[in-house]
């Protein structure tokens, strides 16, 4: 009896652990010089925080694999980017990260969030246009934690 409490209350706690999983990936390299990514989109954002470098072009490539109306456009607020995307199918968004930060990028009415973290070059300065969010918080504290024991990422 008590073993079964105890199995129960750990698969509950791995399943509220699942919930808050953000799915991160960093931008890969292309040989023409682009930082590639993919992103599904099918009830959420996947993967939802996306790292990039700063100055380098970026290309997006959203798979809208749903037509719920709430994930016809996707927004980039920090970049000025409003792109729509066609149901069941794949559009590239293409920019340059040209600020540093955490910007969010959500659909038009902001139920499906992602971060785009944009890393500036060793020593670059932060920008204050970077819209807060979760992420950039456990970031910045991150951050700090690691500058607190002297190693620089
Ligand atoms: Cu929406």
């Known amino acids: 009896m008590e073993v079964a409490v105890t199995v129960g209350i750990v698969v509950a706690g791995l399943l509220v ?7 991160r990936q960093r931008a890969s390299l292309t ?11 099918n009830g959420r954002y996947r993967p939802d925080m996306l790292r990039v470098q700063q100055g380098v072009p970026v290309r997006l490539r959203f798979l809208r694999r749903e037509d719920n109306p709430c ?10 980017i409003d792109r729509r995307l066609p149901a069941f199918q794949e559009t590239t968004v293409e920019f340059v990260p040209t600020v540093a930060g955490t910007f969010l990028f959500t659909c ?8 785009l973290v944009v890393t500036a070059p060793r020593g670059g300065p ?23 024991q002297g190693i620089e990422r």
Not at 31 to 41: E, L, N, S, T
Not at 108 to 115: A, D, H
Request: without cysteine.
């Open 17 to 23: 652990a699942r919930l808050h999983l953000h799915h």
């Open 31 to 41: 040989v023409d010089g682009y930082q590639k990514a993919r992103v599904v989109i």
């Open 71 to 80: 994930s016809e456009r996707v927004i980039f607020a920090g970049f000025g």
């Open 108 to 115: 038009q009415w902001g139920m499906y969030r992602g971060s």
């Open 126 to 148: 932060k920008s204050p246009r970077a819209i807060k969010s979760e992420e950039s918080m456990a970031e910045a504290k991150e951050r700090t934690y690691i500058k607190g």
